[in-house]
Nanobody, 116 residues
Framework: QVEPVESGGGLVQAGGSLRLSCATSGSIFSINTMGWYRQAPGKQRELVATLTRGGSTKYADSAKGRFTISRDGGKRLLYLQMNSLKPEDTAVYYC??????????WGQGTQVTVSS
């Protein structure tokens, strides 16, 4: 499994928006679930949102109503649209791919910083 590559992070003011992208490779049919996780300084990595191959989504309570996970299967891209960003959303955001064979692969992460 090839490591996914995240992009789209940056510095944004509170209330602003960012869209993260995660590029994958290989057969999309081997992918079970794709997801976004984040890790703030001094905190454990936490789930933000996941999207199954069948299209089911799951969001952390902190992300509901503000973040939207989606994919472009043809381009093997996973997105995370983040609106109404808050300073507490500041973290490194990671893309995770869970394959049907049980293996997973994590990206290197992209930094999101929200200023107050």
């Amino acid at each position: 499994q090839v490591e996914p590559v995240e992009s789209g992070g940056g510095l944004v003011q509170a209330g602003g928006s960012l869209r993260l992208s995660c590029a994958t490779s290989g057969s999309i049919f081997s992918i079970n679930t794709m997801g976004w996780y984040r890790q703030a300084p001094g905190k454990q990595r936490e789930l933000v949102a996941t999207l199954t191959r069948g299209g089911s989504t799951k969001y952390a309570d902190s992300a509901k109503g503000r973040f939207t996970i989606s994919r472009d299967g043809g381009k093997r891209l996973l997105y995370l649209q983040m609106n109404s960003l808050k300073p507490e959303d500041t973290a490194v955001y990671y893309c995770k791919i869970l394959y049907g064979n049980g293996f997973d692969s994590w990206g290197q992460g992209t930094q999101v910083t929200v200023s107050s």
